[in-house]
């Protein structure tokens, strides 16, 4: 069975340094509590290869083992919770929240 993940795209919050605390001292704290996550990989976004603003600020990755698992994660207790403070938090906009299948190629 495939690994699978969450994908979180946060819009460009309305006061970036305000988000950026929230979401390391608030957010961040919540991952860890979610059944079966392997690995949570942290993206802040510095601009896009133009030189303009980018529409997004964070983007969050949340690896679990299979599809099954991250359905489980997702809908728990645990699970509602974060989607929910994601949501409270994304100033910007809602975030935009996308299930994946990852193949990864080392070269």
């Known amino acids: 069975m495939a690994a699978a993940k969450i994908v979180v795209l946060y819009p460009r919050p309305k006061n970036v340094e305000a988000f950026e605390r929230v979401y390391a001292e608030e957010h961040v704290p919540l991952v860890p509590k979610l059944p079966g996550i392997t690995k949570f990989v942290q993206t802040k976004v510095l601009g896009t290869a133009t030189g303009e603003p980018a529409p997004f600020q964070r983007i969050a990755e949340l690896h679990f083992p299979s ?30 929240l996308m299930i994946s299948e990852e193949t990864t190629t080392t070269f």
């Open 67 to 96: 599809l099954d698992v991250l359905k489980k994660a997702a809908s728990s207790k645990a699970g509602q919770d974060a989607v929910a403070h994601a949501v409270k938090i994304s100033t910007g906009g809602p975030p935009a």
